[in-house]
């Protein structure tokens, strides 16, 4: 059985959605990803790596997930001055297709 998330990793994926938030929309230079939108992020117990889910127009997809694991990096380095952990977690981006399902779910309804 899954052992639940402590509600001290609950508050840092909070806190690391919340900042890489505010770094997509405040300090990339890159207009492509300011259309990305953050949807979850899970820390391994261990804190050494977070997955951050995100969801863009499926078309932009491609060029999107290259570039966002490119400046993983950069986010990372800004985390660090803004968390205050002793360690920042590298992070890998995953696309997370669900926003885009359901808005064809909902188109597909209004039709009928």
Known sequence: MPEQPSYRLERINVLIHQQLVLLLKQETRD???????????LTSCDLDNAKVFYSVLESHQATIEPL???AGGFFRSRLSKTLNLRH????????????NKGARIEDLLTKL
């Open 68 to 70: 966002l694991n490119k």
């Open 88 to 99: 920042t977690p590298k992070l890998k981006f995953i696309f997370d297709p669900t926003p």
């Open 31 to 41: 207009p492509r990803l300011q259309m990305v939108r953050v949807t979850e992020v």
